[in-house]
């Protein structure tokens, strides 16, 4: 991959998060009655949401999309066993977050369908994956030369935070606060992913990218 297309689709992924933030803060206001403490963003895309078309394709689609180019531009940045670990991770959180699009869930999340269990099951790679990709960034940003070790740090610090969100959710024991807690651990996520695009768009090439290829015989 060209030093050009890394860094534009370094430039994407940090982006997407912050559009898609955006949004599902614009929707929710423009749904009346939704509230985004006790409403999850999920909610914003159910069947029976006035604003479905926009937060489902705009919104899950379109970040979706965001995330795999951070796989790509995270592949063309770093080598190594961890790297590559975490770019499967980030693959599996963009894919599920793509499909999670055209998979609405059912009126108020109450999954009885097929299509709104298919929408939960898809969900968990999303809020699984990126998470834990910052969790191995940390082992990936100690090794790196290019890299300030504090990313160490902030990036394990920030995936563990982000997934303790999600049992607390998916348990229901603070059914008041649902939409709260789901856009704290997705936020930390995705705040975490945008920064650290915006980083990576910023270092300089790998030496064995650089390296130049032997000729062709």
Do not use: K
């Amino acid at each position: 991959m060209g030093e050009g297309a890394r860094r534009g689709l370094a430039a994407v992924a940090a982006a997407a998060p912050v559009a898609f933030v955006a949004l599902t803060r614009a929707l929710g206001a423009a749904w009346d009655g939704y509230d985004p403490v006790r409403d999850t963003q999920s909610e914003l895309g159910a069947v029976d949401s006035p604003v479905r078309w926009a937060m489902n394709l705009g919104g899950f689609v379109v970040l979706g999309l965001g995330i795999l180019a951070f796989a790509a531009a995270y592949r063309a940045t770093f080598a190594g066993a961890a790297a590559t670990v975490a770019v499967v991770l980030i693959v599996v959180a963009g894919a599920g977050m793509v499909v999670v699009g055209f998979l609405p869930c059912d009126a108020g999340c109450v999954d009885t369908t097929v299509t709104g269990r298919l929408h939960s099951w898809f969900s968990a790679p999303g809020a699984i994956g990126l998470p834990a990709a910052a969790m191995v960034t940390a082992r990936v940003a100690a090794v790196d030369g290019r890299m300030r070790r504090r990313w160490s740090g902030w990036s394990f610090g920030i995936g563990l935070a982000s997934l303790a969100s999600g049992p607390v959710v998916a348990a229901g024991l603070l059914p008041e606060a649902d939409g709260l807690l789901q856009r704290v651990g997705m936020w930390l996520a995705l705040g975490w992913m945008s920064v650290f695009a915006w980083t990576m768009r910023g270092l300089a090439p790998r030496a064995d990218a650089t390296r130049p290829r032997p000729p062709a015989r």
